[in-house]
Each structure stands twice: as C-alpha cells, then as structure tokens.
C-alpha cells in the first residue's frame, strides 16, 4: 500500500524553466491537493481536485496548472520557475467524506529555483 | 490574513510531562479541526481532530479540545515522550469546501529527557 506517491524528492530548476511535480495516490481517494511549505508560513493551498476532470484554485495558484484525468494522478506544473517558488511541494488525498480522518499527505519535494 | 494562527514558533517539554500545543482561529464557517505531526524530510500525518458540534475528543495520549466560543483549540499530549519531537500544525476546514484545508504555521515541540 504505497498511499500518496510525489516525484521527484528534490529539484533544482533555473528561472525560467518548466517542469511538473508528479502525484500519484492508490487509495481511490476522490479528493486531491497540492500545498507548499514556507518556512513560518504553514502550508498554504495551491490548487486542489474533487474528482476526475474537476479542478479548482486555492489560495496561491499563480504560477501553476493542475490536471486531473484519472482519479490516481494530480500532477502540478510550474509554467516559468521563479525564485519565489523555492519552497518544499505536498501532495495530499482525502475520501470525500472523510475529512474528520484527515488527508494523507506524500513526503514532498524540494524544489530550489535559483 | 492568517485564519489559523499558532502563535508559539516552539515549546520545549520535560519527558513524561503533559504538552500543551495552542491555535487560533478566525473564521466562524470552520466545521472541522484537525492537527498534524510533521518529522524533518517527510510529509504531515494526521493525528487527531475534532468537530465543531464536540469540545472535546481523546485518542490514546492525545486530546484535543476545542473552545467555539473563544475560536481557540489546544491539543495535549500525556505523557510525552522522545517520539513525540516534531512540528504540529493546526487545521480547519468548513464541511462544505472540506477539501481546503487551512494550516496554522506550526509549533516546534521538543521533548527532553
């Protein structure tokens, strides 16, 4: 049971450059998020999908494009890297209705944009 | 605008003594509160929560409780111990929108022996 799967661990990136930060969860959990750890900040929302085809802004979008074509993956794409998106990327996936049993959350990835 | 907010960065605990971790809280349309242990290098997970229709909800050496009227929740740990040095966030979310998730910035708790 491998839960919430994030690749890479670690990224560097030179501004200006694009990749995607891959998610992939085997729980059939509806609900998919992706957050970003600042140091004193918490982890702050980017974008998030309640299903297959649905997904929505959070609370820091700009800068990034989500997809969900099946149920398992989110990936989370970085259009034109900048400084300001070094940070540490989760992943996370809930059922619908479970959020009194919280989301389960990948081990991240370092992203370091110089 | 920090909805969430856990205003001690860190807390340094005696092994075997309680824990005592604190977060506030602005928005009233909060339904469910969560907290979260996060180690170095790996990914938050889910330690307990509590609904706002409860004050109180214990799992093992953990209690969380909740005061709606003060927006404030705490979460203690009795006894502490070694295992228990990590960050703690604080979460809440409205049942409908349950899917945004709200962090706290996170306590640094260590236990000492």
């Known amino acids: 049971n491998a839960g919430v799967t994030q690749t890479p661990k670690f990224q560097v990136l030179k501004t200006g450059q694009s990749m995607t930060l891959q998610c992939a969860q085997d729980m059939n959990h509806e609900y998919m998020s992706w957050y970003r750890q600042d140091p004193g900040m918490g982890l702050r929302l980017i974008h998030y999908?309640?299903?297959?085809?649905?997904?929505d802004q959070g609370e820091v979008p700009n800068g990034y494009n989500v997809s969900r074509s099946t149920t398992e993956d989110f990936p989370l794409r970085l259009l034109s890297a900048a400084p300001s998106q070094t940070s540490v990327y989760f992943c996370a996936s809930s059922y619908s209705g479970g959020v009194s049993y919280g989301y389960t959350f990948g081990s991240g990835t370092r992203l370091t944009v110089v | 605008d920090q909805q969430v907010k856990q205003n001690s960065p860190s807390l340094s605990v005696q092994e075997g003594r309680i824990s005592i971790l604190n977060c506030d809280y602005t928005n009233s349309m909060f339904d469910y509160f969560l907290w979260y242990k996060k180690y170095p290098a790996e990914g938050p997970t889910f330690l307990i929560s509590i609904s706002s229709i409860k004050d109180k909800n214990e799992d093992g050496r953990f209690t969380v409780f909740l005061n709606k009227s003060a927006k404030h929740l705490s979460l203690h740990i009795v006894p502490s111990q070694p295992g228990d040095s990590a960050v703690y966030f604080c979460?809440?979310?409205?049942?409908?929108?349950?899917?945004?998730?709200?962090f706290g910035q996170g306590t640094r708790l260590t236990i000492n022996p």
């Open positions: 979460a809440a979310t409205p049942i409908q929108g349950a899917q945004k998730l709200v």
């Open positions: 999908s309640v299903g297959a085809g649905i997904t």
